[in-house]
Structure formats: C-alpha cells, structure tokens
C-alpha cells in the first residue's frame, strides 16, 4: 500500500450461492465502490460479481490432480495462489469467509510472504463452526487457525459465544453482523399482488435456501401442507441441495405437490423476496440467516427457527415469528396469521424494512470492516490507511 491509498484486499470465500459467499462478494465490491483495490481469489467466479467492477481483479484457482493425491488439493493451490497474488500486486490484507479451509490457506501463504507482513482476517459464517469445523477430523485445524489470524469477525453474537464455547478460545472475535443491499432488495407491491408464479388472489409462501439437512425442508413442506388445508397458498421453493428430491417427495406424499414449485438455484433473489407474502425458514440453526434480512429488506414477514442468530435478526412478533423449528402447528398457525391479517402482514413488512435500513444497511455496517481493517494495518504491517 502506496501511503494514504486505501489497502489493497484479497477476498477468499466459496463461488457458490451460500451467504458466505454473498457477503464475501457484496462486501468487495462495496469497499471497491469506495476506492479499495480487490482480489478475488477463488476457485470460480464469485456469485453476484457484476460482468466488470473497476478495482476488482479475479483469480481463478487451479487445482491439479497427480495420481498419488486422493483428491486435488485445493487448500493447498489456494495458499500458493494467495501468495501469488499478494506478492505480485502487493497486497495488505487476506480476508477469508468461512474458516475451514480458507483460513488454514491465509495461514500458510503468510508464512510463505516472510519477511514480507500480511494481515490475516478470518470471518466466520456459521456452519464453519456450527457443524463441519467441529468434526474431529477439522476441529484442531479449526482451533488454530481461529487463533492465529490476525483479526477474526462473527456474523452474530451467537456465533461469537459459539466460536468461543466450542473451541475454548480467549482471543477477541469482533461480531460484524452481515448486512443487505436496501436498494436492491424493495418492496414492490405490485409484483407481490400479481406474479407468474401465483392465481390472483392466491398467496405466496417463500423458501430459499442450499437444501441441506440443517434447514429442515421437510418442515418447510409440512407447514406448507397444514396451511394449504385453509388458505390458498403456492410454496416457492428457491435454491438447490441434496433435501430437494426428498422435500418434493413429501410434497407427493401430502398431497401438495401441485402447489409447489421448485426453481432451483435463481439470481432474481430480489424479486423472489419481494413476491412472497411470507419467508419460511425453521432452520436447525442459523448463524445469521441473511435471506430473512433479503425478506425482511423487501418488507416480507418472515417465520422462522428460534435458534442461533436467528433471534438477532427478527424480532418475535415484530418482524416475523420464532418458533421451535420441529414445532410445525405453531409454525403454521404463525404463518396463517400473516396470510389472513394484511393489516398485520403490512406492520411486520415495514418494521422489517425500517430494521434492514437502519441496522443491516451497506453503509451501515461496511466502516466496521475499514475500521478494523485500518487498526490491523497499524498494528500488523505498521501502516495507516486513508480508506
Ligand atoms: O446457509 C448455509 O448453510 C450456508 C452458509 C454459508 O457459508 O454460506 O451460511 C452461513 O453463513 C451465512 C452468511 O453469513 C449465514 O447467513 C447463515 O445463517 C449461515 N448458515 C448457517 O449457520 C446454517
């Protein structure tokens, strides 16, 4: 970094759908809109990366398989491409999104940029902690990497307490909450009233998630089937992952299936949010859940799990309803009020927008990032940056 220019970034996270890597992406982009030069180091394009950003170069990993490998090692291409990377365009920070394996590849490509400094920042997600991090295969890797990045940042209070209990770790793990891009995810009313994928007069009840056994579809169905016996309702179900094929079986089973449709993986997630008249998402656990913000930003209720992170971001009866996931009655009872009180369905809608604008905007939350990002420099590299 040329002093009073604004670091240099490269930004790791899987090219996927997942939040991770939304929020990896939306967060780039936004600190190159405010002059910071990004490196996407990823094995793919990230998700949501517009065709052409000034400021933002994308680095495609490559992972080449050699008959005694098991498998490629990707973690281990991704070190030397992060080292690449930082040498050639003289990087300031590696920021990581989901720990295992991204933060073990900033780890080593530090040591490998010797004497050189690099700041390390490692932002957990949830499931990076929640589930596979604490496998046993990764939980001692997992330990150690959130001990030697240089900052490290949770998505939620939960997470926090989470990260700490499960690992035993005393560090500071600084909570930035993830945040929504207000002017992408609106309301829009007529959309919501008229759509291709209702009969007028019909509702719409949204599901969008990766399809995982942790977002308990089946409960998402079984709502869907007890509130379809008094509402005429249809049931989007966004996204894809290994509960689809079970999610539309039970749908047959119920006697729903008709009334649902599956889209699969979709970029319009805004148009999709702002359509349904409620979000269903009783998660085993959410760290965050950042689609029921995208909901919430698009003044759409949303019912969802009590669990993790989740109580951070809705407030019960405010801006949706929290509910034991496996409980479906209360679920659906929750889930008719909305649908057959539009006077409440409207006051949930705004105090949800009003709480992304307030709380969960870009700007909003972003300084959090540059702030931390400019203590590091100080302290890790012995810069100051001007961004
Ligand atoms: O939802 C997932 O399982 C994917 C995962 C990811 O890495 O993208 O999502 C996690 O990170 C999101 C972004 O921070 C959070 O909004 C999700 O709540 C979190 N998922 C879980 O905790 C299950």
Do not use: W
Not at 17 to 46: C, D, K, W
């Amino acid at each position: 970094m040329t002093s009073g220019a604004p670091p240099r970034v490269g930004i790791t996270s899987f090219a996927t759908q997942g939040g991770s890597g939304i929020v990896a992406t939306e967060l780039g982009i936004h600190l190159a809109q405010r002059g910071y030069e990004i490196h996407f180091i990823s094995n793919a394009m990230p998700v949501r990366l517009p065709a052409f950003e000034p400021n933002v170069i994308f680095h495609e990993v490559e992972t080449s398989s050699y008959p005694p490998f098991p498998h490629a090692p990707y973690s281990l291409a991704l070190a030397t491409k992060m080292t690449e990377v930082a040498r050639f365009h003289e990087l300031d920070i590696l920021h990581v999104h989901y720990a295992i394996p991204h933060a073990a590849s900033s780890y080593l490509a530090k040591q490998m940029l010797r004497p050189t400094p690099i700041a390390t920042v490692t932002t957990l997600h949830g499931t990076d902690i929640t589930l596979v991090g604490r496998e046993p295969s990764f939980f001692p890797l997992t330990r150690f990497v959130i001990e030697e990045s240089d900052a490290e940042t949770a998505v939620s209070s939960f997470l926090e307490r989470e990260t700490r209990e499960v690992f035993d770790v005393q560090r500071d793990i600084k909570v930035i909450p993830n945040f929504v891009d207000t002017h992408v995810f609106v309301p829009q009313p007529k959309l919501r009233e008229k759509n291709p994928l209702k009969e007028p007069g019909q509702k719409l009840i949204v599901h969008a998630s990766n399809f995982r056994k942790v977002k308990n579809v089946d409960r998402v169905v079984q709502v869907f089937a007890q509130v379809r016996q008094t509402h005429d309702c249809r049931l989007v179900m966004v996204g894809d992952g290994p509960e689809r094929g079970p999610a539309q079986r039970l749908g047959r089973e119920l006697g729903v299936a008709d009334h649902m449709v599956f889209l699969g993986h979709q970029e319009s997630m805004a148009e999709l949010m702002a359509m349904a008249d409620v979000m269903l998402l009783p998660s085993e656990t959410e760290s965050f859940g950042l689609v029921a913000l995208e909901a919430m930003s698009c003044e759409t209720p949303v019912v969802a799990s009590d669990r993790g992170g989740l109580p951070e971001v809705i407030e019960d009866g405010k801006t949706g309803f929290l509910h034991d996931p496996h409980d479906v009655d209360a679920l659906s009872a929750s889930v008719r009020r909305i649908l057959e009180d539009p006077a409440l369905a409207r006051q949930m809608g705004l105090l949800g927008r009003a709480r992304a604008v307030e709380t969960y905007c870009i700007r909003c939350v972003i300084h959090d990032y540059t702030r931390l990002y400019d203590d590091l420099l100080d302290r890790v590299c012995h810069k100051r940056s001007a961004g």
